[in-house]
């Protein structure tokens, strides 16, 4: 059974910084696909980044440059490093995993995805 367990989030002021965790277990795809996901307050859910095999990354325009998304293969544990937060990336964020990987894979369809973390609230306000 595929565990996702996030840690990490809270609250910070405008251009802050904050550091989300996914721990996964029973996880081993050889084309491994992961991703975070976010969901504010009657909004879609929406990918801002996912990482695939051998170790390619993609990023929602709203964030690139300013997250950045790794996986720690040893520690089975995905990351998402969030710099220069602005309000508007306050939000519920999600890990996931997805069973398969497609050729769209960078659009970050969270129908694709089969299994998700538990969420945890970023907030960024001042």
């Known amino acids: 059974q595929v565990q996702l367990v996030q840690s990490g989030g809270g609250s910070v002021q405008p251009g802050g910084s904050l550091r989300l965790s996914c721990a996964v277990s029973?996880?081993?795809?050889?084309?491994?696909?992961m991703a975070w996901f976010r969901q504010a307050p009657g909004k879609e859910r929406e990918g801002i980044a996912a990482i695939t095999a051998p170790y390619d990354t993609t990023y929602h325009s709203a964030v690139e440059g300013r997250f950045t998304i790794s996986l720690d293969r040893a520690k089975k544990t995905l990351f998402l490093q969030m710099t220069g937060l602005k309000p508007e990336d306050t939000a519920l964020y999600y890990c996931?995993?997805?069973?398969?990987?497609?050729?769209?894979?960078?659009?970050?369809?969270?129908?694709?995805?089969?299994?998700w973390g538990q969420g945890t609230q970023v907030t960024v306000s001042s």
């Open positions: 029973q996880y081993n795809r050889e084309s491994f696909l």
């Open positions: 996931a995993a997805a069973d398969r990987r497609t050729s769209q894979w960078w659009r970050m369809a969270p129908a694709e995805y089969t299994y």
